[in-house]
């Protein structure tokens, strides 16, 4: 089905369309954060829709939406989001709807709004998905083996840092380190000079699962709620110190940026395709059939200070060599369990493109090859005051489905660590 | 100075002398879990002492007594905290106290009350910080190199899971996973044959830092409020096949259990002692003076189905190379924030006694040689249905002051992965 004309003006090329209605925590006037829903360039503020009673057959109580963060929402299960949207669809294209009528008290511009960290994560877990990425990471440091024996097996991860995700927009402190100068023994404490962004996708748990209790393929898609853009900021001179043996910490924990809109993974099916070939075969438990990767496009761009953004990777998360459902049913296999709010990411997306690398660290082979701004700049890795901006989105005949973007400035290491 | 007898009879040999006074969550009969402090064989309920009035003068409200976590308590700080503490001294020590004569009331037995995670924690994060540990576990798979270099320039770390943090008591189910057999060159999934226990201390943030704000070493106290035993189930041949090089993951994240009570910071004070000579001397960051390990005694008895407990290990956190202190200043140096709940655990605690390894792994020389049990009986790794238990304590003038115990059993695999 298509959807009739909204009463409300789309831009063809927002990525907010009908189809999409991601949710998000705004605020805006001198009013406390609350749920809101993009639809083109407005927010539509839920807990003034539903105390207009345009939620009523939904059965949700208003209180959900005034909330600070997604999670209550969250909690309510992918049924109830899915009942939302449809409310909203139809509500946004019926003539004198009442939200139609109620627009001026419902409808925020969100040029006027200001968003915040929409989901308070409880665990946030780094996986290592992408076999372009992995393979020329490790074709820098292991020409014989670039991929570790296990990488084909399962889909490698880490557990993040919770504490620092914050949302698009939020700076970047440049942060100090240990770091090996080349050919000294002894580490130096300085500010990185080697800060990456790595452009990755990321899902956010709407379910708790049991302690214990495996999650099986075939049920992991009832434990998402929905993905953000994910930009998982990286300091390669802090990682390459201090990585052995138990994987990366401070190189990672200063800060991972999230796009201000969740969108829901009923949004996102009309974008499935299959994903790459697995060979080997998985075990069992990882071995999936059918088309349960995502058609969506990303780029990441550089801002500096005193020029114009130029776009330094353009890819699709479509390359992702695990899925979703493997990751879920990887993750739980020994019985971990998820709760509403983890936070769970493909690690760096990089694709076959000659451009398509999703961090600084492959684009650069490791700091060797400087690349070209369009204003005749070149970058190793990032300067202060340089802003990182990704985007993603998907197109389907309903409309675009994307993530706005999510963006960050750096902002100098402080003078006294 | 010395208390003086208390109204109500403590055992000398008891954890919970009147020096330690640890909070935990609590619930006995039907009632909701609440905070309680524990005293001799008793807990103390403290929503019901506040409503007494009892702390009528440290002017905290009684509902952060009827929570079933610390964290509201915790976020109040240190210094009321030790107000309580020093209140219940009081009121413990002076016969016909209101405490007293509500007794009946006001003091539940430990052995009729059912304990529940004490804390929501944010985040987990593990260090490595025993030299003893890293020496022996390092011997086993590098003996020309067994420390890493950067491994005494930095107290090394990696982000750990909090979901599948559990309260004593909460048995384990032996944890699925990819397992390498040896000589084949893909992997198995199987009931992991290598389950492992680590022995560790723990200690709980209780105060939010701030983002790109690093914590100096003289602040880092501020922000603790108390300590947990902790042990960090591990399964030593998942994590053989999946660390490369990310960090171990699944062989880890199915469980970790700590201690019901959290000693509080304030209660160790009078245990501390200095640490080892740090050699080559760290950078100013992390250089640290005085007096800030703590001698607490630790042990593990292993206690099969069928016979009584054995006692495997027996060490002293007071060997910890790297201190609490220099954890929290390394942990925020790159600008990452602490929060509220956020538990911070030592890593394997081993010390140069001959039994003092904090772990199998160790203790058998990563499964050669097995190890004998009181009863006749040899372990390699735990079987099914042992039960690990661990217990610390520190002496000093004015009382013992301990963690309890943190044990749990292990529960056979699923049959169904």
Chains 1, 2 share one sequence.
Request: proline share 8%.
């Amino acid at each position: 089905m298509n959807f009739p004309a909204s009463w409300l003006p789309i831009s063809e090329s927002s990525d907010f369309s009908l189809a999409n209605l991601p949710f998000g925590i705004f605020s805006h006037a001198s009013q406390p954060p609350r749920v809101g829903v993009a639809v083109g360039e407005y927010i539509i503020d839920m807990t003034a829709a539903a105390q207009l009673g345009v939620f009523d057959q939904a059965e949700v109580a208003v209180s959900v939406f005034e909330q600070s963060t997604l999670n209550a929402l969250m909690n309510g299960g992918r049924a109830q989001a899915s009942r939302l949207r449809t409310i909203l669809q139809h509500e946004l294209t019926t003539p004198n709807s009442t939200l139609h009528q109620a627009a001026d008290r419902v409808l925020v511009r969100q040029k006027d709004a200001h968003m915040h960290l929409p989901v308070a994560i409880g665990d946030y877990t780094d996986f290592y998905s992408s076999l372009e990425h992995a393979t020329n990471v490790g074709k820098l440091f292991r020409p014989e083996q670039p991929l570790m024996p296990n990488w084909k097996h399962l889909p490698v991860a880490y557990h993040g840092r919770a504490s620092s995700v914050q949302v698009s927009g939020v700076p970047v402190r440049r942060p100090f380190g240990q770091v090996l100068p080349a050919g000294a023994d002894a580490p130096v404490f300085i500010p990185t000079q080697a800060l990456d962004y790595e452009l990755e996708l990321g899902f956010l748990i709407g379910k708790n699962s049991i302690s214990g209790r495996p999650i099986r393929l075939e049920e992991a898609e009832d434990y998402i709620f929905g993905f953000v853009l994910v930009n998982d900021w990286s300091a390669r001179d802090i990682q390459r110190w201090e990585y052995q043996p138990l994987g990366p910490f401070l190189s990672k924990n200063f800060a991972t940026s999230i796009s201000s809109w969740v969108v829901t993974y009923d949004a996102l099916l009309p974008l499935r395709v299959f994903g790459p070939e697995q060979t080997p075969r998985p075990l069992p438990h990882l071995a999936d059939e059918g088309a349960h990767n995502f058609s969506i496009q990303l780029e990441v761009a550089i801002n500096p200070a005193d020029a114009e953004p130029s776009i330094f990777c353009q890819t699709n998360a479509r390359h992702l060599y695990w899925n979703v459902r493997q990751q879920i049913a990887h993750h739980t296999s020994s019985g971990c369990n998820l709760r509403v709010g983890d936070l769970l990411a493909s690690g760096t997306i990089s694709g076959p493109e000659p451009n398509g690398h999703g961090c600084l660290l492959e684009q650069t082979q490791a700091g060797k090859i400087p690349v070209n701004l369009q204003d005749g700049n070149q970058r190793i890795y990032l300067h202060d005051y340089d802003e990182v901006i990704m985007r993603g989105y998907g197109v389907q005949p309903q409309g675009r489905v994307g993530f706005g973007e999510v963006r960050a400035q750096i902002l100098p290491a402080n003078e006294n660590p």
